[in-house]
T-cell receptor
Framework: QQPVQSPQAVILREGEDAVINCSSSKALYSVHWYRQKHGEAPVFLMILLKGGEQKGHDKISASFNEKKQQSSLYLTASQLSYSGTYFCGTEYPTDKLIFGTGTRLQVFP | GAGVSQSPRYKVAKRGQDVALRCDPISGHVSLFWYQQALGQGPEFLTYFQNEAQLDKSGLPSDRFFAERPEGSVSTLKIQRTQQEDSAVYLC?????????????FGPGTRLTVL
């Protein structure tokens, strides 16, 4: 039931772009994206709802394909501060989040 | 305003000891969640409160785990007779469900090490 994320890891230079994907085997109500730095709490980035509404960070965009039960997070012109592990969290009609397998992103100067 | 706070930040327990982990949610947040995060893994759901009502405890791994939120604000996660496999970071998140939005904000976590 855990959503699968791809790729597992990404290495970028500052200014490069990246896409992180999240796939679920179950019908989704919404998808949440978080970034977690080592030893810190997950930080909320975005939430996307069925029907196209989304709410979140100005410099990060995402898509939600309800039919395919997939979401993608788009990181453009990456900065050093983008480094961390990215998790998608899928919300079913119950309010709890089921977190994905994680994608580790490293941005180098 | 203040975010979610958790205490203690670090806890070392001997196998068989009982521990209590505290979560202070953001004021006014109705929802409160507990997650367990093992090293290198994503957070895993343990239990969920709406005000003082525990609506979902399907993620609690055994009957040694117990959570309460008696007045609908502060919550305590108690683990009895701790085992080594209980070693993990325990994250608390509070949420303000407005319409269809159900954002969750995480605290810094309590790192539990069972020796």
């Amino acid at each position: 039931q855990q959503p699968v994320q791809s790729p597992q890891a990404v290495i970028l230079r500052e200014g490069e772009d990246a896409v992180i994907n999240c796939s679920s085997s179950k019908a989704l109500y919404s998808v949440h994206w978080y970034r977690q730095k080592h030893g810190e709490a997950p930080v909320f980035l975005m939430i996307l709802l069925k029907g196209g509404e989304q709410k979140g960070h100005d410099k990060i965009s995402a898509s939600f394909n309800e039919k395919k039960q997939q979401s993608s997070l788009y990181l453009t012109a990456s900065q050093l501060s983008y480094s961390g592990t990215y998790f998608c969290g899928t919300e079913y009609p119950t309010d709890k989040l089921i977190f994905g397998t994680g994608t580790r992103l490293q941005v180098f100067p | 305003g203040a975010g979610v706070s958790q205490s203690p930040r670090y806890k070392v327990a001997k196998r068989g000891q009982d521990v209590a982990l505290r979560c202070d949610p953001i004021s006014g947040h109705v929802s409160l969640f507990w997650y367990q995060q093992a090293l290198g893994q994503g957070p895993e759901f343990l239990t969920y409160f709406q005000n003082e009502a525990q609506l979902d405890k399907s993620g609690l791994p055994s009957d040694r785990f117990f959570a309460e939120r008696p007045e609908g604000s502060v919550s305590t996660l108690k683990i009895q007779r701790t085992q080594q496999e209980d070693s993990a970071v325990y994250l608390c998140a509070s949420g303000l469900k407005t319409g269809n939005w159900n954002e969750q904000f995480f605290g810094p976590g309590t790192r539990l090490t069972v020796l």
